[in-house]
């Protein structure tokens, strides 16, 4: 069995965004989820993966990093955020491993527990596992884990959980934000860090990355929930699936988060919203920029969200705002010329699963869903009922980690 190698790109290139950390060893890790695809995908081994060493391993036993980050919270601007529950692993092929929910970080909040509750885990695991399946760039989930201790939130004391999550890049906006109140410098180092050749490319292209991602977000009826700077990743990748959810009906209005009271974070705002958080990201890039080049990328602005709703939404729009279900209409119509996912991961039937799981440790419900999500064209992937309309009914979804 072969232990994996792996490098520290990311908190050698910036070691003034990167506090390194010991990690948390936790009495007895379970794997509840493993993602033997994408394992092979980044050449590690799955037996070793399941063996102690490797649930040490999975859990952040061996430390890592926690990096910094600033970010504007529902319109508030923080100076510095940081994973306070994350722990980067490292990379290999090419791609990122990091911890959400592996314990206390330099940059933990007042109060915090630094760890997760499984049921958050749960949800990110399968939401992300069917994004990647329809197309959607995402960060991905290798496995989730429990920790063998209980942890308190709204519902009451849970199983803690930790889930292993891969990205091209965990840098976001709000990592150039924090940059920008250390130095310009930072932020030069930070703009060639995440690949760009200069603030003019950067600004570009993770503008038309999140344009494009939102919009196809969109097309889905997929509501992120918690649309912060600091959740918005440079590489375009779907990032942070606390509170999210799905809206069967094309309805701006809808808002699923309890911490979005005011719905800024509503699926209709959803292209505002990314919008304006491409302006935070101009204003963190502008002293490398300068006003020229600032207001040649705000007449663009609008003609490159055309572009993105043109690709998704397009001629479907009234078609969409008329039907009862978006998947059943996309089901029929396709998307772009593609087909339409057959399942999607419902929100009533999501709770229900997680809800036997971190309530029973009952993953039956789970794994099925999971399965017919992960081959979501596939008629065949689950039962015919799992794919039926379950109608805009209340629901909330809590951050929960």
Not at 252 to 273: E, L
Not at 317 to 341: K, M, S, V, W
Not at 358 to 372: F, I, R, S, V, W
């Amino acid at each position: 069995m072969t232990r994996p190698q792996l490098a520290h790109t990311l908190a050698d290139a910036l070691p003034e965004l990167a506090h390194e950390e010991t990690g948390t060893e936790f009495e007895n890790p379970q794997l509840v989820a493993l993602n033997e695809p994408l394992a092979a995908e980044l050449g590690l081994d799955v037996a070793w993966l399941q063996s102690d060493a490797g649930l040490k391993f999975l859990t952040g036993a061996d430390g890592g990093h926690a990096m910094a980050y600033a970010g504007h919270q529902f319109g508030q601007f923080v100076p510095l955020l940081g994973d306070g529950r994350a722990l980067l692993l490292g990379d290999i092929a090419g791609r990122e491993i990091q911890l959400k929910g592996s314990g206390l970080t330099a940059f933990s909040r007042p109060g915090s527990d630094g760890v997760g509750a499984i049921g958050p885990m749960l949800r990110e695991h399968l939401i992300s596992t069917f994004m990647h399946a329809v197309g959607v760039p995402t960060t991905r989930s290798l496995a989730v884990l429990t920790t063998g201790g209980t942890v308190i939130r709204q519902q009451g004391a849970v199983p803690g959980g930790i889930v292993v999550r891969v990205a091209k890049s965990h840098l976001r906006v709000g990592s150039v934000q924090y940059a920008a109140t250390q130095s310009e410098e930072l932020v030069h180092k930070v703009v060639h860090a995440a690949g760009f050749s200069d603030a003019e490319d950067m600004l570009e292209t993770v503008t038309r990355r999140q344009f494009d991602l939102v919009a196809h977000w969109m097309r889905l009826g997929f509501v992120h929930g918690v649309m912060n700077t600091d959740n918005v990743a440079l590489s375009g990748e779907t990032i942070d699936y606390g509170p999210c959810a799905f809206t069967e009906r094309f309805d701006g209005n809808a808002s699923f988060s309890s911490i979005d009271r005011q719905r800024r974070y509503a699926f209709g705002n959803q292209p505002n919203i990314i919008a304006w958080n491409m302006a935070r990201l101009a204003e963190a890039l502008y002293p490398l920029l300068g006003e020229q080049k600032v207001n040649a990328y705000v007449k663009t602005v609008q003609s490159l969200w055309n572009e993105a709703w043109a690709k998704w939404i397009g001629d479907d729009h009234d078609g969409l705002n008329a039907a009862a279900d978006i998947t059943t209409y996309n089901r029929t119509h396709g998307i772009g010329g593609e087909p339409g996912p057959l399942f999607i991961p419902r929100n009533q039937l999501l709770q229900a699963a997680i809800d036997a799981a971190e309530n029973h440790g009952d993953y039956t419900k789970y794994d099925e869903l999971l399965a017919a999500v992960s081959d979501p064209y596939n008629e065949k992937a689950g039962p015919e009922w799992m794919a039926r309309p379950e109608g805009q009914l209340p629901y909330v979804t809590f951050c929960g980690t």
